[in-house]
């Protein structure tokens, strides 16, 4: 099942990777019976989370929130079109700017090269309402979640849901402790 989640142009935003109510939503809607479920498409939904760290939101406000108050400081700002906020964010690689909405959280902008999602956002490192977790880490909660769901934790069960993204068994006890982490913030 799809979970629907607007976002208007130009932001491009990731949920799945960087807002908790939207990873909890999705999981919500694709519990089911590990042999109803098309775990090909859950896989390939979750492929979209990458392999590196991310930051993800943990804040009170809604995402139409989020956006409205990006959306009115690129507006405030005369940064709202493509090469003015293409100027003002850089367009290197490693070109960002960083603001501040109301509740005191951090958003990173960058820019995309696309015509009509340009405004790349996410939280920022280390900001308020945010924690940064590896992407295995949280594709293995996910899945374990999703696919076995069980409330007492077990390596093998970690490792049985990892194996449906192809990533390799757990050996690592910080490892093992840091999904089962995720698993816990997960289900809160």
Same mark, same amino acid.
């Given at each position: 099942?799809?979970?629907?989640?607007?976002?208007?142009?130009?932001?491009?935003?990731?949920?799945?990777?960087?807002?908790?109510?939207?990873?909890?939503?999705?999981?919500?809607?694709?519990?089911?019976?590990?042999?109803?479920?098309?775990?090909?498409?859950?896989?390939?939904?979750?492929?979209?989370?990458?392999?590196?760290?991310?930051?993800?939101?943990?804040?009170?406000?809604?995402?139409?929130?989020?956006?409205?108050?990006?959306?009115?400081?690129?507006?405030?700002?005369?940064?709202?079109?493509?090469?003015? %906020?293409?100027?003002?964010? /850089?367009?290197?690689?490693?070109?960002?700017?960083?603001?501040?909405?109301?509740?005191?959280?951090?958003?990173?902008?960058? %820019? %995309?090269?696309?015509?009509?999602? %340009?405004?790349?956002?996410?939280?920022?490192?280390?900001?308020?309402? +945010?924690?940064?977790?590896?992407?295995? +880490?949280?594709?293995?909660?996910?899945?374990?979640?999703?696919?076995?769901?069980?409330?007492?934790? +077990?390596?093998?069960?970690?490792?049985?849901?990892?194996?449906?993204? /192809?990533?390799?068994?757990?050996?690592?006890?910080?490892?093992?402790?840091?999904?089962?982490?995720?698993?816990?913030?997960?289900?809160r």
């Amino acid at each position: 099942m799809d979970v629907t989640f607007h976002i208007p142009e130009p932001i491009l935003f990731n949920p799945l990777k960087h807002y908790l109510p939207f990873i909890r939503e999705f999981i919500n809607s694709n519990i089911a019976e590990e042999d109803q479920l098309p775990v090909k498409d859950l896989v390939k939904k979750l492929k979209h989370i990458g392999t590196c760290v991310m930051d993800i939101y943990t804040g009170d406000m809604p995402s139409e929130k989020i956006f409205r108050e990006v959306l009115e400081f690129l507006g405030l700002n005369s940064i709202s079109a493509k090469e003015p %906020y293409k100027k003002w964010a /850089g367009d290197s690689f490693r070109s960002y700017r960083i603001i501040t909405l109301s509740d005191s959280s951090q958003w990173t902008l960058k %820019y %995309y090269n696309n015509e009509a999602r %340009y405004v790349h956002i996410f939280p920022a490192r280390s900001s308020r309402h +945010t924690f940064r977790v590896k992407a295995n +880490t949280l594709k293995s909660a996910i899945l374990y979640y999703i696919l076995i769901g069980k409330d007492y934790i +077990t390596g093998e069960d970690l490792n049985r849901a990892r194996a449906y993204m /192809g990533l390799s068994p757990v050996k690592d006890p910080a490892d093992t402790e840091a999904i089962t982490e995720m698993i816990e913030m997960l289900r809160r």
